[in-house]
């Protein structure tokens, strides 16, 4: 719930390069956070995600980094390819399953 | 598995008319299903929250009697934007969930109003 932070809100990167992306929130009892990809006019759809007893996650060339503390959360995707391109949005739910959904953040991946 | 659908995809509609909108959960039963709206280039925004047999809970600014949702059985919720104007064009998308944190999305419904 309330509020969440995502930075930044475009990045472009050169094809097998990293790209990272950071979300920040509020609530301190979030406990779930998930990261979504979406293409022009379709739904999001589900890249990774991370509970809040995990402070990383991997998956392929996909991670998520958890810091409860700070309240910071971030996807990092390694040697991107240009299919990576697309508005990413990280997300965070508490009690009652509610989403909130950070800014987004288009990513550009240049050949 | 976790296949969630709506329905029209696009509708264009004349500025004071209803539109419906359905979503439903294929081949799971949903405990509760959510309404977003997504202008161009922004975020998704919570509308409301739809338990089934009950009354939806509507996110503050959201008004409830312009966007009437019904969660008649555990695997469809409909949204029927009453009187609709221009400015509610937008993407409409449902989420389905089991209860459980992920939520499972339909694939969104581009509504024009003239």
């Known amino acids: 719930g309330e509020n969440v932070e995502q930075h930044p809100s475009t990045l472009s990167v050169q094809e097998g390069d990293s790209a990272v992306i950071k979300c920040t929130y509020s609530?301190?009892?979030?406990?779930?956070f998930p990261w979504y990809k979406q293409e022009l006019g379709k739904r999001p759809q589900l890249i990774i995600d991370?509970?809040?007893?995990?402070g990383e996650k991997k998956d392929q060339r996909i991670a998520v980094t958890l810091n409860k503390t700070a309240k910071h959360f971030s996807l990092h995707i390694t040697e991107t390819q240009p299919e990576d391109s697309a508005v990413y949005f990280c997300?965070?739910?508490?009690?009652?399953?509610?989403?909130?959904f950070g800014t987004g953040t288009q990513l550009k991946v240049e050949l | 598995g976790a296949v969630v659908s709506q329905h029209p995809s696009r509708v264009i509609c004349k500025s004071g008319t209803s539109v419906k909108i359905e979503c439903r959960s294929l081949?799971?039963?949903?405990?509760?299903m959510f309404w977003y709206r997504q202008f161009p280039k922004q975020s998704l925004m919570l509308m409301a929250t739809?338990?089934?047999?009950?009354?939806?809970?509507?996110e503050q600014g959201v008004e409830k009697d312009k966007f009437l949702i019904n969660h008649a059985s555990l695997t469809l919720s409909t949204l029927t934007v009453t009187s609709a104007h221009p400015e509610d064009s937008s993407f409409y998308i449902c989420?389905?969930?089991?209860?459980?944190?992920?939520?499972?999305f339909g694939p969104g419904t581009r509504l024009t109003v003239l």
């Open positions: 609530d301190s009892a979030s406990n779930y």
């Open positions: 997300a965070e739910t508490g009690g009652g399953n509610k989403l909130t």
């Open positions: 989420s389905a969930t089991t209860g459980r944190a992920e939520q499972f």
């Open positions: 081949d799971f039963q949903a405990t509760t």
């Open positions: 991370i509970r809040s007893n995990v």
């Open positions: 739809s338990n089934e047999g009950s009354k939806a809970t509507y």
